[in-house]
T-cell receptor
């Protein structure tokens, strides 16, 4: 059963600390997305990659957030330094681009609380 | 069923009845639409999608209808079950050249036993 996996599932940290979230996309998928979900803003796209190259990170605060794909099986989202307003659920999704919009399959999310 | 927009209302239906969840999308140029279901504590789960060259698409117990004239998308669930209780999101792809999805705020479906 192919699934997107995310670690950690929960993270509580103090303001100013670095937070790293990891995602393993479905094997064979070539597009990876990072979303943030809050009650106020709903689901927001932060960034996405295709074939490990960043295609769009316009939704991501550039001063503290960074996203990378060290290899095809790992995507990371880092926040440094973290702030209380970063508290949210962060989802990774993956899909297979074949020339037109791909179905995005979501992971279980990382629930982040910054105190 | 009730007609709802992109805010987060609650739709309550009796188990066994059909549910209709509505969504008004934002961009007339959007050409790809998806419905997701999100259960408490879980990530969004793909239900069904439809492209703008179609008006209707059916899956297992679900049907998506697209009315491009009025920019309206609906999800019909037949014989609603307690396991269908969740938040449902519609999403649209505005630019076919990329993969960016814009999500609605979601609607909570509550199934009464």
């Amino acid at each position: 059963d192919a699934r997107v996996t995310q670690t950690p599932r929960h993270k509580v940290t103090e303001m100013g600390q670095e937070v790293t979230m990891r995602c393993q996309p479905i094997l064979g998928h070539n597009t990876v997305f990072w979303y943030r979900q809050t009650m106020m803003q709903g689901l927001e796209l932060l960034a996405y990659f295709r074939n490990r190259a960043p295609l769009d990170d316009s939704g991501m605060p550039k001063d503290r957030f960074s996203a990378e794909m060290p290899d095809a099986t790992l995507a990371t989202l880092k926040i440094q330094p973290s702030e209380p307003r970063d508290s949210a659920v962060y989802f990774c999704a993956s899909g297979l681009w074949a020339g037109r919009q791909e179905t995005q399959y979501f992971g279980p999310g990382t629930r982040l609380l910054v105190l | 069923g009730e007609s709802v927009g992109l805010h987060l209302p609650t739709l309550s239906v009796q188990e066994g009845d059909n549910s209709i969840i509505n969504c008004a999308y934002s961009n007339s140029a959007s050409d790809y639409f998806i419905w997701y279901k999100q259960e408490s504590g879980k990530g969004p789960q793909f239900i069904i999608d439809i492209r703008s060259n179609m008006d209707k698409r059916q899956g297992q117990r679900v049907t998506v209808l697209l009315n491009k004239t009025v920019k309206h998308l609906s999800l019909q669930i037949a014989a609603t079950q307690p396991g269908d209780s969740a938040v449902y999101f519609c999403a649209e792809n505005i630019d076919g050249a990329n993969s960016k999805l814009t999500f609605g705020k979601g609607i909570t479906l509550s199934v009464r036993p």
